[in-house]
């Protein structure tokens, strides 16, 4: 990866950043090559702060740091696009975004996942899905197993509205499920990405 820092005067080049989950843009900073050096370092994203006049670690004050997942460089040399995770709101005003945007993603299932995952974290005695978490992963994987056989009975009849219902159901606490276990849908997704890389090759 070449930056070219000797661009601009002030040797910063402008630096997007993007939740690497929902794809939503969250700020704008600027970086000089001290700063993409300890980004890469700490794994959290760091600026040059021009009214500080030095280093500036996102979320070194707030605790809502932006976790590094990838650093890219466009055509140009000159600009960078950071994904990352945000731990919590990004703009200094408590918004999600710098633009005053919720960050949702546009994907269903990945808002889904943030809502189980927040049961889980943050669990209510009126949540079905806190009520598993609190059982166990043994209660969990069981429920998962019961709806699996569901949905194969429901698959051997002709009625649309109850195999989709128990697909549902099936899909729901598979997510349950791989929260238990810390993993995410994203995860799967990526050794599906790799099987099917290996085949075409």
Partial sequence: MK?????????????????DTTGKVLMLGFMN?????????????????RSKNRLWTKGEESGNFLLLKDIRVDCDNDTLL????????????????????????DN????????I????????????????????INKIAQKVGEEAVEIVIEAKDDNKDL????????LFHYLILLQAKDFSL????????????????
Wanted: hydrophobic share 35%; with cysteine; net charge negative.
């Fill in 117 to 136: 995952a927040d049961r889980k974290n943050n669990p209510s005695d009126k949540s079905y899905t806190s009520s598993l978490f609190a059982k166990g």
């Fill in 186 to 201: 994203q995860d799967v997704i990526e050794v599906l990405k790799q099987r099917h890389s290996a085949a075409v090759k």
């Fill in 163 to 170: 195999f989709l219902g128990e697909a549902a159901d099936l």
């Fill in 33 to 49: 090559e001290a700063a993409v050096a300890k980004t890469q370092e700490s794994q959290k994203v760091t600026f040059f702060s």
């Fill in 3 to 19: 930056i070219d820092f000797e661009k601009y005067t002030d040797g910063l080049v402008p630096a997007i950043i993007q939740d």
């Fill in 82 to 105: 950071i994904k990352a995770t945000p731990q919590g709101p990004t703009c200094h005003t408590g918004a999600d975004t710098c633009w005053n945007e919720k960050n949702d993603s």
């Fill in 108 to 115: 269903f299932l990945l808002q889904l996942e943030q809502i």
